[in-house]
């Protein structure tokens, strides 16, 4: 099997990206009728949409997706880590539409303002509880991740976020 790990769709008429701004490559409707002619052309069998905004709807719109379309195998979503409900949100999303594509969560740790975020116990509390998250260690976010000298989200027996 053939797997694009990594795509994303989005509708800026659905909800403002600001970092699609300035380009109409990207400032425009992405879906996944549109990846689908590059798929059969390069025999993909499945892929993994991944969101593309720090939206909780989003992670839902996503895997209902998954639900319908037959290349959509996994969704990796978002979800607020500092909500001390989000173990009963994501409990919600599995049992939903699509809800057994939820691989993942993806947090861009850029989008927070506090530089040591993923240092927080709340977040890396959250993180040693579920089955996969990333916090992408970009920009000033990475010296946090040297400071504390591992990525907060790390897994145990992973070697890097």
Partial sequence: MRVDAHHHVWDPAVRDLPWTHGSP???RTCTADDLRPALLRNAIDATV???TGAVAQETAELLARAARDPHTRAVVGWADLTDPAVGDRLAALREGPGGR???GLRQPATDE???DWPARSDIRAHCARSPT???RPWGRTASCTARTGRCACRRPGTTKC
Avoid: E, F, K, R
């Fill in 133 to 135: 998250c990333c916090c």
């Fill in 25 to 27: 490559v990207l400032h």
């Fill in 101 to 103: 594509a939820l691989v």
């Fill in 49 to 51: 949409v991944v969101q």
């Fill in 113 to 115: 303002a506090d530089p």
